[in-house]
């Protein structure tokens, strides 16, 4: 069954993830599936490192990196001056929240992502823990009350709430961090190459993603961006250029490989085509739902919406679509559904038609 989307040659994009030859998967926002194409690539990078040795090796480190961070602040309307190329959003973090530590007071959104909050236990910080409201959605009304009382120096939230999928506005939450006088501290994981983001525009302070969910590259590799503002404070407060720390070390050039091929992919395919198709599944995918009786307990809102839903149900009801060949996933109060560009409403209909065996 065609998808309903602008997408041209569906078919072709499909047949490039031989995965779902075999199965119906609706878990990328677990992890992406790679393409044959792009596993391919790797391999013939690997086999160049195999034949040229530091030669290659150099070729990266002269010009490889380089040309990919380009890639990756151009996915996201993001200056190449402030972006560099980490393993994943976990080390990125890791590496700059020490820098920060002169700001001290952090707001923190309750079941947010354990790795962007894990950096502000360490001894030096004040955490500022607010729970998201009943149904998931973060409000800014809630952020911007408890930002008077408390007057936190840094706001750290994830573009996409991993448990609800629920999407919150950049660029008002950039604003809002302004008004403040709090930087803006955001992990794109979840929304990367799903959702179209122009980071400058949104003014953004610092952002950051690992790649293996929405770009489908795979893992060991990701990136962290810093605002001019950013940079100059911290090279000042730390008498170090923060870049120059988190680009320190060898990156692997296979990773590397596969986010370029996968990067390639996502600019051909268009991000706005993408978020369209994603849109018109996930509306698609409700209909569905409500017809069959399945009861969605997170994604109708499409404003705050960006290709996760969740239904309700338990790990039993995972386990039963697992032996049917349907991946999702169960995830905070039910059942986490992840639709990418290579889904269709065929395995939209495979899932309904396998809910109740």
């Not at 962007?116 to 409201?133: T, W």
């Not at 950039?174 to 709090?182: I, K, T, V, Y």
């Not at 296979?254 to 996930?282: F, K, S, T, Y």
């Not at 994604?299 to 049917?324: S, W």
Request: glycine letters at 8%.
């Amino acid at each position: 069954m065609s998808s309903p989307s602008t997408l041209s040659d569906h078919a072709s994009i499909r047949a490039d993830y031989p995965a779902l030859r075999d199965i119906t998967y609706l878990d990328t926002s677990s992890c992406g599936l790679m393409a044959l194409s792009t596993v391919h690539a790797a391999r013939e990078e690997h086999e160049r490192l195999m034949r040229e040795g530091s030669a290659r090796f150099f070729h990266w480190m002269a010009d490889g990196n380089a040309e990919v961070a380009r890639m990756v602040a151009a996915s996201i309307g993001a200056t190449e001056e402030g972006t560099t190329l980490v393993p994943n959003f976990t080390t990125g973090m890791g590496l700059l929240a020490p820098m920060m530590q002169h700001r001290p007071k952090v707001l923190l959104i309750g079941s947010d992502y354990p790795t962007l909050q894990a950096p502000f236990a360490l001894s030096g910080f004040e955490r500022i823990v607010i729970p998201p409201n009943t149904d998931g959605s973060i409000s800014l009304d809630t952020l911007r009350t408890t930002m008077e009382r408390e007057r936190p120096q840094l706001l750290a939230i994830s573009h996409v709430q991993w448990l609800t999928g629920f999407r919150i506005d950049l660029s008002a939450l950039a604003a809002l961090c302004r008004e403040f006088g709090a930087w803006s501290v955001i992990d794109i994981t979840q929304s990367w190459c799903a959702f179209p983001i122009d980071v400058q525009r949104a003014g953004i302070d610092v952002i950051g993603a690992s790649g293996y969910k929405w770009p489908l590259a795979g893992f060991g590799n990701g990136f962290m961006h810093l605002s001019e503002a950013v940079r100059a404070e911290l090279k000042e407060r730390n008498s170090v250029d923060p870049i120059a720390l988190l680009n320190a070390g060898h990156r692997d050039p296979v990773a590397l490989a596969r986010l370029q091929h996968a990067l390639e992919r996502i600019a051909a395919i268009g991000p706005q085509h993408i978020a369209d198709h994603v849109n018109a599944l996930c509306a698609y995918a409700i209909d569905r739902f409500d017809a069959a009786g399945i009861t969605v307990i997170n994604g109708r809102d499409t404003v705050h919406c960006a290709g996760i839903l969740l239904l309700q149900g338990d790990e039993a009801q995972v386990k039963r679509l697992e032996e049917h060949q349907v991946k999702v996933a169960f995830r905070g109060a039910g059942i986490r559904v992840g639709i990418h560009f290579y889904n269709n409403t065929g395995d939209i209909d495979r899932l309904v038609e396998v809910w109740g065996k």
